[in-house]
């Protein structure tokens, strides 16, 4: 039942939003039911120009599985520094994050699937255990599971069912003898895999500091 109610949810989320999120491992959302939920989701309806800001931003907070207080977090982190683009730098920098690293290599398949692997102590950067699902890896990393885990229900689903193409700043390699995710470049900042209106989402956050 409680899988069955994640699945409605994370449909809704998604013809809400019109869009598919990969992230949440739910495809098919939009293919029978192409318009919002609710009784009058299948009329023309007129977004203002706040309702479209909030849909990007949405969408980045579901398909990485984010809270609020999380993204503005990763926002100010993509502020600082040199470059004025702080969008890209933030799509990058969530593009770098371990869970959706092993989302993206099909090592999981979802954002959760993977968090559960990172909190269950399964992910290994670098030959060592890492638990915190937002370390932020860097090019030369190498992203391996626990030796049991390759037999894991959760590992072997995700590789029957890849649903996106490798990016081309990872590399699925190997270490010792088991399909290992080799970190080659830093992602770049529309590396997101769904559609998404940068100007729209900077617009949002530039009103609210």
């Not at 309806?45 to 907070?61: A, G, M, N, P, T």
């Not at 699925?172 to 100007?199: H, R």
Request: hydrophobic share 35%; with cysteine.
């Amino acid at each position: 039942m409680a899988k069955t109610k994640r699945l409605k949810s994370s449909f809704k989320i998604q013809r809400r939003l019109m869009c598919e999120l990969p992230g949440l491992g739910k495809p098919g959302a939009m293919d029978r039911r192409p318009y919002p939920p609710g009784q009058h989701g299948n009329t023309r309806r007129k977004f203002s120009d706040h309702s479209l800001q909030l849909i990007e931003k949405q969408k980045v907070l579901f398909h990485y599985g984010l809270r609020e207080k999380q993204l503005r977090h990763f926002i100010k982190r993509a502020k600082k520094g040199s470059g004025s683009n702080w969008t890209q730098k933030t799509i990058s920098l969530l593009e770098s994050r371990l869970d959706n690293v092993l989302f993206r290599a099909s090592f999981a398949s979802s954002i959760a699937a993977a968090k559960q692997l990172c909190s269950h102590r399964k992910v290994l950067v670098n030959g060592k255990i890492v638990d915190i699902r937002s370390a932020i890896l860097k090019p030369g990393d190498v992203v391996s599971l626990k030796d049991s885990c390759y037999q894991n229900q959760v590992f072997m689903h995700a590789q029957s069912v890849k649903r996106l193409e490798l990016p081309l700043h990872l590399e699925v390699t190997e270490k010792d003898s088991k399909p290992a995710i080799l970190v080659k470049d830093k992602p770049p900042g529309d590396a997101n895999p769904f559609p998404f209106n940068e100007n729209l989402f900077t617009e949002y956050y530039s009103k609210r500091g």
